[in-house]
């Protein structure tokens, strides 16, 4: 059961609800060797789908999200559940300044989108990420070694439209070992599907391809 998304998680208007790309990080997650009392820290926790399943087995986790709604159903989940999670509102790179995890898990915005800025509001937040799709996942990249342990493991799901090849060499070049650790194909969503043209004349998706794919990079500080 270690490996399962906790069930009938409620995620208020606008906050990411658990889909595809969660599940493969949840799987990703289960084959950890969480042990109890490790300190874990989730970027971007939506729900707190990822951040209960690392507390129902003993980890001190602690979960950041820009959104004030996803920090309250977060909060109401681990409520609910009876499970110990701080939750905590703003930057990544803020609130977990001086922070050292064992494990560092997020399932950030990749999505493509035409403006260069990021949203600053609006449930696009969750998942627009610039013209690459890489605003959020670089950021991670750059920052990961600050906030893991000696030994510690990243866990990043992310689109292999983004360019995983981009990932590993980032990671790389920070000082840690990466590797992609799991792969899926889903079908489009409709934020994809709206984006068809736009995503074919920027050279990020064949033409009428259907199926997205994900993978899971995990990254080890040594």
């Known amino acids: 059961m270690s490996g399962m998304l906790p069930p009938g998680l409620m995620a208020l208007p606008g906050v990411y609800q658990p889909q595809g790309d969660t599940r493969l990080l949840a799987e990703a997650l289960a084959r950890e060797p969480l042990g109890r009392g490790a300190d874990v820290l989730e970027i971007g926790t939506g729900t707190g789908a ?5 507390a129902r087995r003993g980890a001190s986790v602690v979960a950041v999200d820009v959104s004030w709604r996803a920090v309250v159903a977060a909060r109401l989940n681990a409520l609910r559940r009876r499970l110990p999670l701080r939750v905590l509102h703003g930057d990544f790179a803020v609130a977990a300044t001086g922070g050292r995890f064992d494990l560092v898990i997020s399932n950030p915005p990749y999505v493509p989108a035409p403006e260069a800025q990021t949203p600053a509001k609006g449930p696009a937040r969750a998942w627009d990420a610039g013209p690459d799709g890489r605003a959020v996942i670089d950021r991670i990249c750059t920052v990961a070694p600050a906030l893991l342990r000696h030994g510690g493991v990243l866990l990043m ?11 590993l060499d980032r990671l790389a070049a920070a000082g840690l070992v990466s590797e992609v650790t799991a792969r899926a194909f889903v079908p489009w969503g409709p934020v994809l599907r709206s984006r068809r043209a736009w995503l074919e004349q920027r050279g990020l998706a064949a033409e009428a391809e259907e199926l997205e794919e994900l993978v899971v990079v995990r990254a080890q500080s040594l």
């Open 157 to 167: 799901v992310h689109s292999g439209m983004c360019g995983t090849d981009e990932t």
């Open 50 to 54: 990822l951040a209960l399943q690392a």
